[in-house]
């Protein structure tokens, strides 16, 4: 019906930057809040990032001054830039958004996740 695919993840060194990028696809009619979440071993998964399809944004403030989120509502498309990265993000990044489908039917659709490792 509806599917958000995730790349961008990988093997980056500390202070190192990475851009994450989430493209939903299938039968959309819109999609409102966008995000991203993490995941790691022993800890609750945790918000990092928010915009609202108004372009509204917030971050977790482990993250504040160090990511971005930013979206491309013609390409269905949310995107995180992280910079100045710390072995603490470390962890498993899963896309979330609110979609409305094609039916009007509405979806909290996650990614499959993608790895983010930093590391020396």
């Known amino acids: 019906q509806v599917q958000l695919v995730e790349s961008g993840g990988g093997l980056v060194q500390p202070g190192g930057s990475l851009r994450l990028s989430c493209a939903a696809s299938?039968?959309?009619?819109?999609?409102?809040?966008m995000g991203w979440y993490r995941q790691v071993p022993g800890k609750q998964r945790e918000l990092v990032a928010g915009?609202?399809?108004?372009?509204?944004?917030n971050y977790g403030d482990s993250v504040k001054g160090r990511f971005t989120i930013s979206r491309d509502n013609a390409k269905n498309t949310v995107y995180l830039q992280m910079n100045s990265l710390k072995p603490e993000d470390t962890g498993v990044y899963y896309c979330?958004?609110?979609?409305?489908?094609?039916?009007?039917?509405?979806?909290?659709?996650w990614g499959q996740g993608t790895q983010v490792t930093v590391s020396s």
């Open positions: 979330n958004a609110k979609i409305v489908t094609g039916t009007l039917k509405r979806v909290d659709a």
């Open positions: 299938g039968s959309i009619f819109s999609i409102d809040d």
């Open positions: 915009i609202t399809s108004g372009g509204r944004v």
